[in-house]
């Protein structure tokens, strides 16, 4: 079983710069793909950002250009550098793994961002 933390929620302003991070625990030897999703109010889970386990990185439309995933192996963790905020940024974010072998994933347990003046 992996088990996934995230950390860095909070409330920001437009136009801010605010980070997450999520680290994995439990059997991570076979974590493969991790990124994140978000959640917004009334809305489905949208996936936002991927990073292999190499580092090849793909984004979301709406966040390529502010957005910013990277990865350390070593940590088990990954971080999203966030800026230029928009209060449509506004929403729960979830972490997720994928195992290489299994191809199930794993999810965090959200943490909430507010974008609001």
């Known amino acids: 079983q992996v088990q996934l933390a995230e950390s860095g929620g909070g409330l920001v302003k437009p136009g801010d710069t605010h980070g997450l991070s999520c680290t994995a625990s439990g059997n991570i030897a076979n974590i493969g793909n991790m990124g994140w999703y978000r959640q917004a109010p009334g809305s489905e889970r949208k996936w936002v950002a991927l990073i292999t386990r190499s580092g090849a990185i793909n984004y979301e439309d709406s966040v390529k250009g502010r957005f910013t995933i990277s990865r350390d192996n070593v940590k088990n963790r990954i971080d999203l550098q966030m800026v230029s905020l928009k209060p449509e940024d506004t929403a729960v974010y979830y972490c997720?793994?994928?195992?290489?072998?299994?191809?199930?994933?794993?999810w965090g347990q959200g943490t909430q961002v507010t974008v609001s003046a």
């Open positions: 997720y793994s994928v195992d290489s072998g299994t191809l199930r994933t794993t």
